[in-house]
T-cell receptor, first 114, second 114 residues
Framework: NAGVMQNPRHLVRRRGQEARLRCSPM?????VYWYRQLPEEGLKFMVY????????ESGMPKERFSAEFPKEGPSILRIQQVVRGDSAAYFC????????????FGSGTRLTVV | GENVEQHPSTLSVQEGDSAVIKCTYSDSASNYFPWYKQELGKRPQLIID?????GEKKDQRIAVTLNKTAKHFSLHITETQPEDSAVYFC?????????????FGTGTQLKVEL
């Protein structure tokens, strides 16, 4: 049973470009969480989704960031017009519905904006 | 929302000594407290957790204690080994309608010296 899969592992974008980060949940999991970890900081919650629905996006920046989890395919975190401050590690995790325990993170995508 | 404070930010111990990391939380409704270990460049990994109906939990050399009245919880590592060197994060989550939104502390860099 494969764990949470994230790709790419490393992503380099120039300022102003778009970044697309993908997260495939564990088999049987229908809920996905995205977290951001700035250099030498803790993880910050961004968004919690279930298939075709955003449950909680209270941690998402108001502009340039969006997330989706379609009926088919991985969850996508999209960052438009990236700036240097977006450079961070982005981790996702997944869970079954109603999960009330800790979850396993994917290996993360390290975004570098140059 | 929930706010989690973590101390110390760095901790250096001699191999074989004990290490204690402390966290406080603000939301008295929080009822689940996991601890994650993150090695350099890797994903955070869940190492132990505790629910609010339990005061202490132990797993080999690792233990977590919870004081609901004072709203603080601690991680205890005994007989530390060099492979325990990593960044440790505490987290808290209040009950929600479904899923877990974790609020993380800022991390403790633990260094176990030979």
């Amino acid at each position: 049973n494969a764990g949470v899969m994230q790709n790419p592992r490393h992503l380099v974008r120039r300022r102003g470009q778009e970044a697309r980060l993908r997260c495939s949940p564990m088999k049987g999991h229908s809920h996905v969480y995205w977290y951001r970890q700035l250099p030498e900081e803790g993880l910050k919650f961004m968004v919690y989704l279930q298939k075709e629905n955003i449950i909680d996006e209270s941690g998402m920046p108001k502009e340039r960031f969006s997330a989706e989890f379609p009926k088919e395919g991985p969850s996508i975190l999209r960052i438009q017009q990236v700036v240097r401050g977006d450079s961070a590690a982005y981790f996702c995790a997944s869970s079954p519905p109603g999960w009330v325990y800790g979850y396993t993170f994917g290996s993360g995508t390290r975004l570098t904006v140059v | 929302g929930e706010n989690v404070e973590q101390h110390p930010s760095t901790l250096s111990v001699q191999e074989g000594d004990s290490a204690v990391i402390k966290c406080t939380y603000s939301d008295s409704a929080s009822n689940y407290f996991p601890w994650y270990k993150q090695e350099l460049g890797k994903r955070p990994q869940l190492i132990i957790d505790i629910r609010s109906n339990v005061g202490e939990k132990k797993d080999q050399r690792i233990a977590v204690t919870l004081n609901k009245t004072a709203k603080h919880f601690s991680l205890h590592i005994t007989e530390t080994q060099p492979e325990d060197s990593a960044v440790y994060f505490c987290a808290a989550t209040p009950p929600t309608g479904g899923g877990n939104k974790l609020t993380f502390g800022t991390g403790t860099q633990l260094k176990v010296e030979l």
